[in-house]
């Protein structure tokens, strides 16, 4: 089930939030299970016509609820991916230099523009034609609705992340040859951060806020039901509970839904149907990245102190 396909005209909230319990609903719809919080900030955004700033620990579904806002909506998804060193050429817009030559060499082939100026022939080359919009710019000028995902914006340099501002507080994009172009809809607009250095004051108050934690063991539950298809209801509770239990360790690296849903696939790969403390400690290296995590891990199951 998808909500209404519809651009949303500047300024007007979004046709398919016409209740947080309802975009719950669409989502589970496209596979995502969200808490009570989560839809709420999403009814917001859309009400709003905000940005949504996400962070969290890793694999707790930040990416993923971008992802399923699009599919929710039969949104286009467009993604900015963060990186180190991600410059305006990248992210915003950049000119397609070659055609810019190869039309300046036409023109003087051809005996047009021989006479112009240099501001005739500036202005002919830097024209839409010549344009070559990158992920923001592209959101921006989209007829059709777009969700618009900035991943892992902690990534980017200090300087880089002032490129986002404009985009984020006034849904434009200024480009010195061509002008301001502004969007002829609000996009639903949502940044991802893992934390790994703080963002900017300027940045967090053009945005709402989301923490997105590790779930409760009983909406953990429900997730690898819905995304480990095949699996029974005793299996799934029991590896979430031991995976709540790991979480409450002290672990370089506490195991992710992602981690969760793999060690799930595991299991059932190997046909267990339900977890015994022998099961769990053989296949603890599919769950845990670090072998002195899996080194606590498998002396706590030793001690039964884990469920
Ligand atoms: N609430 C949820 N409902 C359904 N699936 C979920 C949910 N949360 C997480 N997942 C699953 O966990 C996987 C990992 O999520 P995702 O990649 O979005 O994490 P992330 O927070 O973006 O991680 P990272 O910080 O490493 O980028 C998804 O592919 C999805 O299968
Ligand atoms: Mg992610």
Not at 34 to 59: F, N, R, S, Y
Not at 134 to 141: Q, T, V, Y
Not at 189 to 214: I, P
Not at 241 to 259: C, T, W
Request: aromatic content about 6%.
């Amino acid at each position: 089930m998808t909500a209404e396909i519809r651009a949303t005209a500047p300024g007007a909230p979004a046709p398919w939030c016409s209740s947080p319990e309802g975009i719950g609903g669409l989502l589970r719809g496209a596979g995502y299970l969200a808490d009570e919080h989560t839809c709420t900030v999403l009814w917001l955004a859309g009400q709003l016509g905000k940005p949504v700033l996400i962070e969290g620990p890793a694999g707790t579904g930040k990416t993923e609820l971008a992802k399923s806002t699009a599919a929710m909506t039969a949104a286009r998804l467009i993604r900015l991916q963060c990186y180190e060193g991600l410059d305006e050429s990248r992210a915003l817009y950049d000119w397609n230099y070659q055609k810019q030559l190869l039309r300046i060499l036409a023109d003087s082939v051809g005996g047009a523009g021989q006479d112009g100026t240099w501001a005739d022939l500036e202005s002919g080359v830097f024209t839409d034609d010549f344009l070559l919009p990158r992920p923001l710019l592209e959101a921006i000028r989209a007829a059709e609705p777009v969700v618009l995902l900035i991943d892992e914006v902690d990534r980017l340099d200090v300087e880089a992340e002032a490129l986002l501002l404009e985009v984020l507080s006034d849904y434009q994009v200024s480009i010195p040859e061509l002008g301001t172009l502004s969007s002829r809809q609000t996009p639903m607009v949502f940044l991802t951060s893992n934390r790994a250095r703080d963002l900017s004051e300027a940045l967090r108050r053009r945005c709402l806020y989301l923490y997105l934690d590790y779930p409760a063991a009983e909406r953990e539950r429900e997730i690898v039901r819905m995304r480990v298809p095949g699996i029974s209801a005793q299996l799934a509770g029991q590896i979430t509970a031991m995976v709540a239990a790991l979480r409450q360790l002290d672990l370089r690296q506490h195991p992710s839904v992602a981690q969760t849903l793999e060690w799930a696939r595991t299991l059932l790969a190997l046909g267990a149907e339900h977890l015994d403390a022998g099961l769990a400690a053989d296949s603890l290296r599919t769950l845990l990245r670090y072998r002195s995590d899996i080194e606590v891990a498998a002396a706590r199951l030793a001690s039964g102190q884990l469920p």
